[in-house]
């Protein structure tokens, strides 16, 4: 098993330049997320998908949307990007419920100039 | 609102002795609470949670927490430091949006544990 595999693992962009950020997971998981790290900050929940064909938006929605594409993939897309959105994202995944753990890929590191 | 705290940006401590990283809570409801660690360049990995049951819950890598009800903590312990262990530490929170199907969580800032030979 993979688990949670994030492509690419590094990209830069300038501002107004768009992409799409690609997560799948093979641990079939209903739950998916994606946050982004800052430093100092912790972790914040971007946008979340509760099960297939189900998103919404979590704390710092604002410049990103996302789209559920099928159980097994759940993609991050920077329509116009700024230099604010210059960090690392992350994707989760998890079992449907309150109580389980979720289990992350290995990061996107985005700098924005 | 849900919220967690981690009161210190770094913990060093010399290997062999024990090392505790603090975390603090605010929720309405049961507290559902998790652990996990962040080596450089990597994803977060889970260590352990509390859902329910034993304030002591055990979890990998040797890695225990302590669930405190009335002081609303749950500290992440280890009674013996290896080199190995330094990281970067999340303690989180299981966001209550009322919906039973979503495990949004809620991070701490993180703590950083360096444990020197």
């Known amino acids: 098993n993979a688990g949670v595999t994030q492509t690419p693992k590094f990209q830069v962009l300038k501002t107004g330049q768009s992409m799409t950020l690609q997560c799948a997971q093979d641990?079939?998981?209903?739950?998916m997320y994606w946050y982004r790290q800052d430093p100092g900050m912790g972790l914040r929940l971007i946008y979340y998908?509760?099960?297939?064909?189900?998103?919404d938006k979590g704390e710092v929605p604002n410049g990103y949307n996302v789209s559920r594409l099928n159980k097994r993939e759940f993609s991050l897309r920077l329509e116009s990007a700024a230099p604010s959105q210059t960090s690392v994202y992350f994707c989760?995944?998890?079992?449907?419920?309150?109580?389980?753990?979720?289990?992350f890929g290995p990061g996107t590191r985005l700098t924005v100039l | 609102a849900q919220s967690v705290a981690q009161p210190e940006d770094q913990v060093n401590v010399a290997e062999g002795n024990p090392l505790t990283v603090k975390c603090t809570y605010s929720v309405s409801g049961n507290p559902y609470l998790f652990w996990y660690v962040q080596y450089p360049n990597r994803g977060l990995q889970f260590l352990l949670k509390y859902i329910t049951g034993d304030n002591l819950v055990k979890g990998s890598y040797g890695f225990e927490a302590e669930f405190n009800k009335s002081q609303t903590s749950f500290h992440l312990k280890k009674p013996s430091a290896l080199v190995s262990d330094s990281a970067l530490y999340f303690c989180?929170?299981?966001?209550?949006?009322?919906?039973?199907?979503?495990?949004?969580?809620?991070f701490g800032q993180g703590t950083t544990l360096q444990v020197k030979p």
């Open positions: 989180a929170v299981r966001d209550a949006d009322g919906s039973s199907n979503t495990g949004k969580l809620i």
């Open positions: 998908s509760a099960s297939e064909g189900t998103t």
């Open positions: 641990m079939n998981h209903n739950s």
């Open positions: 989760a995944s998890s079992l449907s419920g309150r109580y389980n753990e979720q289990f």
